[in-house]
Structure formats: C-alpha cells, structure tokens
C-alpha cells in the first residue's frame, strides 16, 4: 500500500515488453495474465494509486506531520499550563457564584459565555470570557480560577469545544487550514478526501499480488523499500479509512453533504431547548442580572444545584443565556469513555428545568458522528487514543518517504511512469464497469475535492497515452 507508489506500467497489456513492473520487483519477465471480471481493473488502480500518490502526498504528509504533533499536544498542554490547570487540592469550594465573581474582578472586559466548574480535586474552575479586545472572535479567554481561594491563576486564550489553549489552538489551526482561514480548509479536505482512496487502492494491490511480494523479503534497494511500503501500508490502512471518513464529516464540501445526508434520514444531533418558560417575568429577571457576569435570575448555585440534581455530573459546561427569552443551558463536557453528554436547559428565574437531553437518546448516526471525532481527535480514550494517532500519522509520514523513495530508486525520479495501456477500459465487462462509474460519480459528487482532482488525473493521464502511443507508432515507422 502507497501513498506514492512507484510509476509502474499496467499489467494486462499486450504491448510487450519493457522494464520490469515497478509495482512487482520480479526479474524481467511478463506480467501474469489476468483471470477473472476484476483483473482488467488491475492496471486502472495501479495508476490511480501512482496519481495519488504523486500529488496528494504532500498534503497528507502535512497533515500527518501537524496530527502527530496535535496528538501531543494534549500532555504538552497539561506542562506547559500546569500553573493554570493545577492547584493545591483543599477542603471545601467556594460558591460557583463567588469564583465567577473573582474572575470578572481580575478581567471585568467581555462578557461571560461559559463556566466549567472544578471537575476534580486540584482542578481550577475555568470562566470563558467572550467579546474580549485582542481574542479573536470564535475564540474566548479562559480566566483559571482556584476553586478552594478564589485566587485568580491565570487566564489563556481557548479555542473549541474540547478546550484547546494556545498550543494547541495553534497546531489544531495548523493541521485544519494551514492558517489560512476557510481557504485553507481546502487542503485538509483534499487529503481527507484522498486518503482513503489511496489506502484502499494500496490493500487491493497488495492483496492481488501478495505471493509475488512476499519475495521481496531479504531483498535490498528498491525492493526492499517496496516490501516495507507495503507491510506498513496494510497494517495501518484500517486507521487510515477511519481517519480519512471522520476528517469529511467536519469538512467544508463533504461535511455539508454529510449534514444534509443525516438530516433527511432524521439522523441529525440534537440540541436542548434553551427557550426560558417564564414569560416576561424570565424576561425582566435576566435582564435584571444581566450585568456580563454570568448571574442571571436564580443565579449560577442554583442553577448548578439543579443540573446536578438532573444526574449531571464533573465535568460540566455552564451558558448562560443568550436573551431574555432563553433559558441557561448546562452540559456534561466528558468526551472520554464512556462519555458524559447529557444537558438541561433551567428557566432563569425560577431555576426550574425546562428540558432534558440524553445522550442515550441521540439517533445512532449522531453518536456514530460524535464518537468518531473524539477518537480522531485523541479524546476518547485518553493517552491510549493519543498514542495509537501519532503511531498511525508516524506511519503515514514513512509510507510518503518510502513511495517517493521507490520513485527515485526506480532511476527516473522526473518521470511520470507509463501510462494505462490503451484499451484498458474496453477489457472491464459491462456490468463491472457500469456500476463502478455510477458509483464513483455519486462519491464524487459528495465529495467533491475527489472528484474534481480525479477528472484532472484522467484528463493528463489520456494525454500522456497518447503521447506515448504517437511515439510508439513513430518508433516502428
């Protein structure tokens, strides 16, 4: 399996003889002949996966570089802002209330847009300041308040549900745009949209010629390179598809499509109502209390009082509401297993509980969605699921070395290899070939970053046949 598999000449050709298949390092000797409806594709994946490879790769290998550095940057964080995290455990915590009150008073600027109470014994409470001068806009400063003294330890800019601070918010940035803005998504999403492709293409080629390829053992130079290429290639291709099918959903193209998909088959995540239910009265409550603060009406104890008396327990996220028609919103945050992510919505006014959501009651499509990011992004498990990601982007980083390496082991490293043979096509049976590009035209319509950049390899790799074929006829003339 590649991600820059050596440029091969296809198999199945009648046209004879040449250099040996860069894909199977056997001595000069013919290419077996190819059994069954499948084989005619053979030569077409081949290409495919070199295309791939060729001009992919250096978008996965950024990815890949900047996903090991994410997966690290959890435990990094936790030393890095160790000061702000972290606290003496002592005896009894103060009021909710009061913390809050300690934080506006060290940075009274913005307003409050979110408390994460203390989880745990030697844990600060955080208070998400938003609209604060110099945070950007879909970021929030994050005051670190000691849960035992008041005592304010710090505040860092935070970014994501997941409370990313500036470490990693700057390789999370890294890894999704590059930077960019939304521009940059572009590239993410090209990679997201190829790898899966180029893994899927590596295990049919391994697989259809393992016995050729078990000889490579032993072997030195480009043999050997493709030996460890392919063995590496096909242990990882599993974490590879799954990487590949959870980067689309949070995409900008795809995961629209994927949005639109699971909503008309009603498998959209659900959200808690956070309509108040107390009238003008709620109303005249908020806005009473309303001072950037976080305290509105029945005040944050007993709002918190009520969310723990629902079964809401550490961590939890608490949002005030957003008007005088809304009600606060309270949410487990545990995105570790097993997950917590009940919420309540709580009238502001009489602290009352005006809607419940489980997580038991999700549709299965939505706990599929939300299970799948967190073990993307290294949260389900913890430290395990940090691991096993920089393993797997270690290995992508070696597949990308490795392909490259085989091309220019292979003496013509500024070729584009042969092309398919021409008639390639006309080989496939029918009710092969039908259903296969019904089928790529519907993914490529979902995901579009594949199927544009496939009609642009189709488009050079025709040229490049015919090239080859007009040489070929002026070589025999």
Known sequence: MSTTP???????????????????????????RSRGPWAPLRPLVLRLHFYAGVFVAPFLLIAAATGFLYAGAFQAERLLYSHELTVPAGGTTLPISEQVDAAREAHPEGTVSAVRPSPEDGATTRVMLSGVKGVEATHTLAVFVDPYTGKVRGALEQYGSTGALPLRTWIDEFHRDLHLGENGRLYSELAASWLWVIAGGGLVLWFSRRRALRKVRGTAGRRRTLGLHGTVGVWAAVGFLFLSATGLTWSTYAGANIDVLRTSLGQATPSVSAAASGGEHA?????????????????????????????????????????????????????????????????????????????????????????????????????ANQLALMLLAASLILLIVWGYRMWWQRGRGSAFGRPVPRGAW????PYVLVPLMAGIAVVAYF?????????????????????AHRRGRRAAL
């Open 283 to 383: 109303g005249h409550d908020t806005a009473a209390g309303a001072g950037g603060d976080g305290e509105h009406g029945a005040g944050l104890d007993r709002i918190l009082a009520a969310a723990r008396a629902e079964g809401l327990g550490d961590p939890v996220e608490m949002v005030p509401p957003a008007d005088a028609s809304s009600a606060y919103v309270v949410k487990q945050v545990q995105r570790s297993w097993p997950e917590k992510q009940d919420a309540v919505a709580i009238d502001p006014a009489t602290g009352a509980v005006t809607d419940v959501l489980r997580f038991d009651d999700h549709p299965l499509l939505a706990k599929l969605t939300r299970w799948g990011i967190d073990l993307h992004t290294g949260v389900l498990f913890g430290l």
């Open 6 to 32: 050596s440029t091969s000449p296809a198999l199945g050709s009648a046209r004879a003889a040449g250099p040996p298949s860069d894909e199977v390092p056997q001595a000069a000797a013919p290419a077996p």
């Open 426 to 429: 006309a080989q496939v049976p």
């Open 447 to 467: 995901v579009p970053l594949l199927g544009i950049p496939l009609v642009g390899f189709l488009v050079v790799d025709v040229v490049l046949g015919e090239i």
